[in-house]
């Protein structure tokens, strides 16, 4: 299994990006799938996740102005990140709860730089 993430880049504050995480492999199901991130110095946080049933959970810092999505379909995670902030700042890594033949774990996309600055 595989989460290949990309979408990151550099963005002037209060611009937008859009990032996408699609998993492959032996996937029999996937439970949630959501994004952390972690900014130079500081600890890995939760940013976003969202159930199969559409069910979501955002960090305080970002609520209103970033947003999770998922397709099903295509096993793919999206995040929707708006009004950004210079503090948005970090390394972006999608995850997913992924059930294969007769295991279940986490697994981890390669993370993608965002960076907010003038």
């Known amino acids: 299994v595989q989460l290949q993430a990309s979408g990151g880049g550099l963005v002037q504050p209060g611009g937008s990006l859009r990032l996408s995480c699609a998993a492959s492999?032996?996937?029999?199901?996937?439970?949630?799938m959501g994004w952390y991130r972690q900014a130079p110095g500081k600890e890995r946080e939760l940013v976003a996740s969202?159930?199969?049933?559409?069910?979501?959970n955002y960090a305080d810092s970002v609520k209103g102005r970033f947003t999770v999505s998922r397709d099903n379909a295509k096993n793919t995670v999206y995040l929707q990140m708006n009004s950004l902030k210079p503090e948005d700042t970090a390394v972006y890594y999608c995850?997913?709860?992924?059930?294969?033949?007769?295991?279940?774990?986490?697994?981890w996309g390669q993370g993608t730089l965002v960076t907010v600055s003038s």
């Open positions: 492999g032996s996937i029999v199901s996937i439970n949630p």
């Open positions: 995850y997913a709860d992924i059930r294969t033949k007769g295991v279940r774990r986490d697994y």
């Open positions: 969202i159930t199969p049933g559409g069910s979501t």
